[in-house]
């Protein structure tokens, strides 16, 4: 259960702002259609977290208890600094045209994806609690918790959301993760 409600928590916060959640409002706010953008977001989250767990996971299990925690609290520690940087939409990359709405933002948001922060969290967590299902399930749920409503609202909720503290926030949540495993890395408790 840590290991979901970890990956929930740091995903969710992390995913607000992030470039794939200002592709998907950009998307909502284009074509007006949430269903499709919704599924195809759905879709998308659920191979990027399974795909970062299963990777994460794997490095994990290959290292010992001590080693691992203080990769994963450097690694978090960083991205507590990257957390702190603004995105914007335009370094999601242009979305293509292809046969749907759909498909566009499936591969849009794929691509987005890969060697996103949140993929990376993802990748972390799951190699610090070795549970790939759990990480995975709560990564999904958090980009989905964040992503959801931006898609829904559209272009409405980007002018109101308080990003810079919305970063800040992240920053802080990625720093106490990162202490925690450099603590136990210190103690050498796995």
């Given amino acids: 259960m840590e290991a979901f409600l970890a990956s929930l928590s740091a995903v969710a916060i992390a995913e607000i702002g992030d470039r794939t959640q200002l592709l998907l409002l950009t998307l909502a706010a284009r074509h007006r259609r949430p269903w499709p953008i919704l599924a195809a977001m759905l879709v998308g989250t659920l191979a990027s977290s399974v795909l970062a767990a299963s990777i994460g996971e794997r490095l994990g299990s290959a290292l010992n208890p001590r080693v691992m925690n203080l990769l994963v609290g450097v690694s978090l520690i960083a991205m ?88 800040v926030v992240s920053s802080l949540l990625f720093l106490g993760l990162g202490v925690l495993f450099l603590v136990r890395a210190a103690r050498g408790t796995p």
């Fill in 80 to 167: 507590a600094l990257w957390a702190l940087k603004p995105e914007s939409a335009h370094e999601a990359g242009p979305s293509r045209r292809s046969r749907g709405l759909f498909f566009r933002t499936l591969v849009s948001f794929l691509i987005a994806e890969m060697g996103d922060k949140t993929q990376i969290a993802t990748a972390v967590l799951a190699a610090a609690y070795g549970n790939v299902a759990a990480v995975a399930a709560g990564s999904s749920l958090g980009i989905v918790l964040a992503c959801a409503p931006a898609v829904l609202i559209g272009q409405a909720l980007s002018a109101r959301l308080p990003l810079q503290a919305i970063r």
